[in-house]
Nanobody, 127 residues
């Protein structure tokens, strides 16, 4: 299965931008839905964005104006603009090979349930 290694988190002031990166280490050629979600301690996981193996993307409605998912061959990115203090969270890169490369809004955005995730990278936004 694919392995994921995130980087790019840090501290930023409100209104600033950050780009998170996620290197994909693929053990096989199996296609996967790739995505990002975040978690604040004590709260439920929040789906952010997902990209299927054909490059089609989907976003959480509340975030799509400010966040952009993209990829190169072996790296997944999350560009975050206009950051707000409420964006403070641990951010995870994730993958799901179960749907042969397709993404499902309920499974990957509404209630993110990715079997494979990276170690997470912390984003802190100060006011």
């Amino acid at each position: 299965q694919v392995q994921l290694v995130e980087s790019g988190g840090g501290s930023v002031q409100a209104g600033g931008s950050l780009t998170l990166s996620c290197v994909l280490i693929r053990a096989t050629s199996r296609r996967a839905c790739l995505g990002w979600f975040r978690q604040v301690p004590g709260k439920e996981l929040e789906g952010i964005a997902a990209m299927d193996s054909d490059g089609s993307t989907s976003y959480a409605d509340s975030l799509k104006a400010r966040f952009t998912i993209s990829s190169t061959k072996n790296t997944l990115y999350l560009q975050m603009n206009g950051l707000k203090p409420e964006d403070t969270a641990m951010y995870y890169c994730a993958a799901d090979e179960a749907l042969l490369g397709s993404c499902s809004y309920p499974r990957h955005i509404r209630s993110p349930n990715f079997p494979i995730r990276g170690q997470g990278t912390q984003v802190t936004v100060s006011s």
